[in-house]
């Protein structure tokens, strides 16, 4: 069992994802550029870097979403699990594989309840009993399950906006992914709501791998193990989080934007 | 603190000009609508009638009723539904859904707009060279309902495509992101959203079909039959056509009944459009995001 383990990634967790030489560029402007990195099993793996930096085209390449840019073109080796996914061609068995949480919510107009079991219905489960299971294990797990569970029939859409970021949450455990993976998730969400998604987080990295982008330094300092610093299309410095908060840095840009004087 | 200066005044009365000018201009626009309906209605109300309605015209067609017309409409109306809707809602979530912004694409949109300024009477001279001609249906409800097809696409195509369009893409991203394909996306988030949106443009459609003349008056309907359609292969009186013939080519028609005639079929295209609205305000009372 995954729970058996040690739930904090160390330097010997296997690797989950790696990205070699990834550049991403929209048409001729470059979004990201040479970008190498290794992400281990059981981390949260934090994103700092201010707007433009390439975080979230980052986080696109790595499920394939830019598939649907045509405009987005992109070079460079990305492995999950050891596959390379640029050479995919069941890409909708590696987005299966993550879960994406989005800077806005989304709650899709339907039910609570249809929002969070449309990704097991679509991997073929039909079991009513089966998918009240999976609802409300989902719901639970983040954090929303008390709040909804008398309104289940009403719809996702019409949640106030720190219950949908958790049902979009809920939606993402839904596909009982590998990789979870969270882009500016606390843009639309109170503070109070914020650092419940944060305790959900912290347990479920003992589940699975979490990729966390953030424009809050603080947010990266409390969650992630490792964290990365984008800034305009280039990976400054990859390193312990400590580390980055603490002074030892590669790059004075690095310290100005950690210690707030940009960005 | 708060006095009104000159030029707040003049704004004000000039802002009050331009909120008097465009309240007139949208009353002149309810004018010819009330002038119709007041004339059809004092005018023709009196050959109203269940008789009127369900019985054949008799004497040249100077007396009796329109049941023939009545009932070759509402034929030519369902088998041009039956042909433009499924051919329509695929094109237009084709294009929505799956086309990328290429020449193709760019072609087909050009030719969806054209097709649009088609006027009906070019359209009625396509269909008999197309349908009634070369494809040998002869002068019958079908060739006259795939001519009104093809001319109603367009709205129906435009129609689909905005209500799809008008479903936020943050939805099928959510979609695409957990592994669905395009058609699950489709299926499962987008047409739900977008039902009302097409219901409303078929429903217009149907509306515009009704009234259409020249593209059936040389493909299926007829001047007179006493008999009723009893498939797609035979002729058929038709509404708009029988309006048409009795107000201007039959001698010694009262002049009440042209009027009649009037009445019923606006009175079908209205209540088709009632329904519409009706329709679009239940759905927006329950708009979804």
């Given at each position: 069992m995954k729970e058996s383990q040690p739930a904090a990634a160390s330097a010997e967790s296997p690797i989950k994802l790696e990205v070699r030489d990834l550049t991403i560029r929209y048409g001729s402007t470059t979004?990201?550029?040479?970008v190498s990195l290794q992400i281990r099993e059981h981390e949260i793996f934090g994103i700092i870097g201010p707007a433009n930096a390439g975080k979230t085209s980052f986080l696109k390449t790595l499920n394939r979403m830019?598939?649907?840019?045509?405009n987005m073109g992109v070079q460079g080796d990305i492995l999950f699990n050891g596959r390379d996914i640029r050479r995919l061609n069941n890409v909708y068995a590696l987005r299966s594989r993550i879960g994406v949480v989005f800077p806005l919510p989304v709650g899709l107009p339907m039910t609570v309840y249809d929002n969070v079991a449309l990704a097991p219905r679509l991997s073929g489960i039909k079991d009513k009993e089966e998918l009240d299971v999976i609802v409300e294990r989902c719901l639970e797990r983040a954090a929303l399950w008390d709040e909804v569970k008398e309104r289940l029939d009403s719809l996702g859409s019409l949640l106030s906006g720190g219950q949908q970021q958790r049902l979009t949450i809920a939606r993402a455990l839904s596909q009982d992914p590998e990789v979870l993976m969270l882009d500016e998730?606390?843009?639309?969400?109170d503070p109070v709501t914020t650092m419940r998604i944060e305790d959900v987080l912290k347990e479920l990295k003992e589940e699975m791998t979490i990729i966390l982008v953030t424009n809050l330094v603080q947010q990266a300092r409390r969650l992630a193990s490792r964290t990365a610093f984008f800034l305009d299309g280039e990976c400054v410095e990859i390193g312990e989080t400590e580390d980055l908060f603490t002074g030892a840095v590669q790059d004075q840009r690095t310290r100005d934007y950690v210690e707030g004087r940009f960005g | 603190m708060f006095e009104a200066s000159d030029l707040n005044q003049r704004n004000e009365r000039v802002q009050w000009l331009f909120k008097a000018l465009f309240l007139l201009m949208t009353c002149l626009l309810i004018l010819p609508v009330l002038i119709i309906l007041t004339t059809l209605i004092v005018k023709?109300?009196?050959?109203?009638s269940i008789d009127f309605l369900f019985t054949n015209p008799t004497d040249g067609m100077t007396a009796g009723g329109i049941f023939p017309a009545l009932l070759g409409t509402v034929w030519l109306v369902t088998v041009a539904l039956l042909i433009s809707v499924p051919l329509g809602v695929a094109a237009a979530i084709y294009l929505s859904?799956?086309?990328?912004?290429n020449w193709f694409t760019r072609i087909i949109n050009l030719a969806i707009i054209n097709l649009a300024g088609v006027p009906s009477i070019v359209h009625a001279l396509f269909g008999v060279g197309a349908f009634v001609l070369f494809f040998g249906f002869g002068t019958s409800i079908l060739a006259a309902s795939l001519t009104l097809a093809i001319m109603t696409l367009p709205i129906i195509i435009v129609a689909t495509r905005e209500s799809l369009q008008a479903v936020p893409l943050a939805f099928r991203e959510a979609c695409w992101n957990m592994g669905a394909t395009r058609w699950q996306t489709i299926r499962r988030v987008v047409l739900p959203n977008a039902i009302s949106g097409i219901l409303t443009g078929v429903i217009l459609e149907v509306s515009r079909t009704t009234g259409e003349t020249a593209p059936i008056m040389f493909t299926g309907a007829v001047f007179f039959t006493p008999f009723l359609p009893q498939g797609i292969f035979d002729q058929t009186m038709a509404m708009s056509l029988h309006l048409f013939v009795v107000s201007t080519q039959v001698p010694g028609v009262p002049e009440d009944l042209p009027y009649g005639v009037a009445l019923v079929l606006i009175g079908m295209v209205l209540v088709m459009n009632s329904i519409s609205i009706a329709f679009r305000m239940y759905l927006r009372g329950k708009k979804k995001w």
């Amino acid at each position: 069992m995954k729970e058996s383990q040690p739930a904090a990634a160390s330097a010997e967790s296997p690797i989950k994802l790696e990205v070699r030489d990834l550049t991403i560029r929209y048409g001729s402007t470059t979004a990201l550029g040479n970008v190498s990195l290794q992400i281990r099993e059981h981390e949260i793996f934090g994103i700092i870097g201010p707007a433009n930096a390439g975080k979230t085209s980052f986080l696109k390449t790595l499920n394939r979403m830019d598939m649907f840019d045509s405009n987005m073109g992109v070079q460079g080796d990305i492995l999950f699990n050891g596959r390379d996914i640029r050479r995919l061609n069941n890409v909708y068995a590696l987005r299966s594989r993550i879960g994406v949480v989005f800077p806005l919510p989304v709650g899709l107009p339907m039910t609570v309840y249809d929002n969070v079991a449309l990704a097991p219905r679509l991997s073929g489960i039909k079991d009513k009993e089966e998918l009240d299971v999976i609802v409300e294990r989902c719901l639970e797990r983040a954090a929303l399950w008390d709040e909804v569970k008398e309104r289940l029939d009403s719809l996702g859409s019409l949640l106030s906006g720190g219950q949908q970021q958790r049902l979009t949450i809920a939606r993402a455990l839904s596909q009982d992914p590998e990789v979870l993976m969270l882009d500016e998730f606390s843009i639309a969400v109170d503070p109070v709501t914020t650092m419940r998604i944060e305790d959900v987080l912290k347990e479920l990295k003992e589940e699975m791998t979490i990729i966390l982008v953030t424009n809050l330094v603080q947010q990266a300092r409390r969650l992630a193990s490792r964290t990365a610093f984008f800034l305009d299309g280039e990976c400054v410095e990859i390193g312990e989080t400590e580390d980055l908060f603490t002074g030892a840095v590669q790059d004075q840009r690095t310290r100005d934007y950690v210690e707030g004087r940009f960005g | 603190m708060f006095e009104a200066s000159d030029l707040n005044q003049r704004n004000e009365r000039v802002q009050w000009l331009f909120k008097a000018l465009f309240l007139l201009m949208t009353c002149l626009l309810i004018l010819p609508v009330l002038i119709i309906l007041t004339t059809l209605i004092v005018k023709g109300g009196s050959v109203i009638s269940i008789d009127f309605l369900f019985t054949n015209p008799t004497d040249g067609m100077t007396a009796g009723g329109i049941f023939p017309a009545l009932l070759g409409t509402v034929w030519l109306v369902t088998v041009a539904l039956l042909i433009s809707v499924p051919l329509g809602v695929a094109a237009a979530i084709y294009l929505s859904e799956y086309a990328g912004n290429n020449w193709f694409t760019r072609i087909i949109n050009l030719a969806i707009i054209n097709l649009a300024g088609v006027p009906s009477i070019v359209h009625a001279l396509f269909g008999v060279g197309a349908f009634v001609l070369f494809f040998g249906f002869g002068t019958s409800i079908l060739a006259a309902s795939l001519t009104l097809a093809i001319m109603t696409l367009p709205i129906i195509i435009v129609a689909t495509r905005e209500s799809l369009q008008a479903v936020p893409l943050a939805f099928r991203e959510a979609c695409w992101n957990m592994g669905a394909t395009r058609w699950q996306t489709i299926r499962r988030v987008v047409l739900p959203n977008a039902i009302s949106g097409i219901l409303t443009g078929v429903i217009l459609e149907v509306s515009r079909t009704t009234g259409e003349t020249a593209p059936i008056m040389f493909t299926g309907a007829v001047f007179f039959t006493p008999f009723l359609p009893q498939g797609i292969f035979d002729q058929t009186m038709a509404m708009s056509l029988h309006l048409f013939v009795v107000s201007t080519q039959v001698p010694g028609v009262p002049e009440d009944l042209p009027y009649g005639v009037a009445l019923v079929l606006i009175g079908m295209v209205l209540v088709m459009n009632s329904i519409s609205i009706a329709f679009r305000m239940y759905l927006r009372g329950k708009k979804k995001w």
